[in-house]
T-cell receptor
Framework: EPEVTQTPSHQVTQMGQEVILRCVPI?????FYWYRQILGQKVEFLVS????????KSEIFDDQFSVERPDGSNFTLKIRSTKLEDSAMYFC????????????FGPGTRLTVT | KQEVTQIPAALSVPEGENLVLNCSFT??????LQWFRQDPGKGLTSLLL?????REQTSGRLNASLDKSSGRSTLYIAASQPGDSATYLC?????????????FGSGTRLQVQP
């Protein structure tokens, strides 16, 4: 069964460094999402992406964040200058353009900023 | 602000018991509601999706119901097993989110005792 994959599973970085989290959505999906979950807190929406552009973003998704679909398979989240508070599990999700619009989630990347 | 609330926050039951997890949401203008399972440190596994026009969905021992007018959904687990131990998350897609971003509850942590 097709699934969303994410790499790396765990990333450790120093404060101020740039990180890129990678996702490979399910191949026939058209809509892509990033969510994050700070330890012990709710899963929060960051951004949605469709037709090579951001279609919606939350207040968390500030200028430090960017997303890209550099080729036909990958979907990336870049954090330009990481802060301690960016430490979280980051989930990628994707869906088709068809009802019922079910989102499928990847296993997540745990980002630790030291 | 659109909020999703789940009660109880934690639940411990003996094996074999039937149980109900609750989810409530503000704003009845929802598009769909998804129930997810999350194992510790892992990703989100979609269990059931209910569209706003539906009243319930069933998958194996799981049954999810939706009452839009009261802003409630329940997840019923029949004949619980130790393997059901996990955190169960409820997530709502609201009509006014153009690309169907999900708003998550904080989850119910379920422990099924053998």
């Amino acid at each position: 069964e097709p699934e969303v994959t994410q790499t790396p599973s765990h990333q450790v970085t120093q404060m101020g460094q740039e990180v890129i989290l990678r996702c490979v959505p399910i191949s026939n999906h058209l809509y892509f999402y990033w969510y994050r979950q700070i330890l012990g807190q709710k899963v929060e929406f960051l951004v949605s992406f469709y037709n090579n552009e951001i279609s919606e973003k939350s207040e968390i998704f500030d200028d430090q964040f960017s997303v890209e679909r550099p080729d036909g398979s990958n979907f990336t989240l870049k954090i330009r200058s990481t802060k301690l508070e960016d430490s979280a599990m980051y989930f990628c999700a994707s869906r088709t353009g068809f009802i019922p619009y079910e989102q499928y989630f990847g296993p997540g990347t745990r980002l630790t900023v030291t | 602000k659109q909020e999703v609330t789940q009660i109880p926050a934690a639940l411990s039951v003996p094996e074999g018991e039937n149980l109900v997890l609750n989810c409530s949401f503000t704003d009845s203008a929802i598009y769909n509601l998804q129930w997810f399972r999350q194992d510790p440190g892992k990703g989100l596994t979609s269990l059931l999706l209910i569209q706003s026009s539906q009243r319930e969905q069933t998958s194996g021992r799981l049954n999810a119901s939706l009452d839009k007018s009261s802003g409630r959904s329940t997840l019923y687990i029949a004949a619980s097993q130790p393997g059901d131990s996990a955190t169960y998350l409820c997530a709502v897609s609201y009509m006014d989110t153009g690309r169907r971003a999900l708003t998550f509850g904080s989850g119910t942590r379920l422990q099924v005792q053998p």
